[in-house]
């Protein structure tokens, strides 16, 4: 079992800035990648970012690639999401996420493979 606890989130004009982190705790973090999920008001959650175990692969979702970059820190247990050139598109509750060793293989971007979900973090970003 491991809790995700998001924080970061807030209001931001376009064109600024925003950080948010993704704390776990229980288990091991670094048996666990890590994903970044965004839900607008009324539309499907979608893939943001991901970034594997060690942390060596990243994976962006076209619409924030080049703006956003995922990284994490094993030794704090934290997931963060940098977010630049930020957009009224962007918009949306920020979900972070953790995925085992899907049998398979892991999608980055398939939601239903994560295993545990943090509460969401409030991204609203004014033209």
């Known amino acids: 079992q491991v809790q995700l606890v998001e924080s970061g989130g807030g209001l931001v004009q376009a064109g600024g800035s925003l950080r948010l982190s993704c704390a776990a705790s229980g288990r091991t973090f670094s048996s666990y990648a890590m994903g970044w999920f965004r839900q607008a008001p009324g539309k499907a959650r979608e893939f943001v970012a991901a970034i594997s175990w060690s942390g060596g692969n990243t994976y962006y979702a076209d619409s924030v690639k080049g703006r956003f970059t995922i990284s994490r820190d094993n030794a704090k247990n934290t997931v963060y999401l940098q977010m630049n050139s930020l957009k009224p598109e962007d918009t949306a509750v920020y979900y972070c996420?953790?995925?085992?060793?899907?049998?398979?293989?892991?999608?980055?971007?398939?939601?239903?493979?994560?295993?545990?979900w943090g509460q969401g973090t409030q991204v609203t970003v004014s033209s």
């Open positions: 996420a953790a995925v085992g060793s899907p049998f398979g293989g892991w999608a980055p971007g398939h939601s239903y493979q994560y295993d545990y």
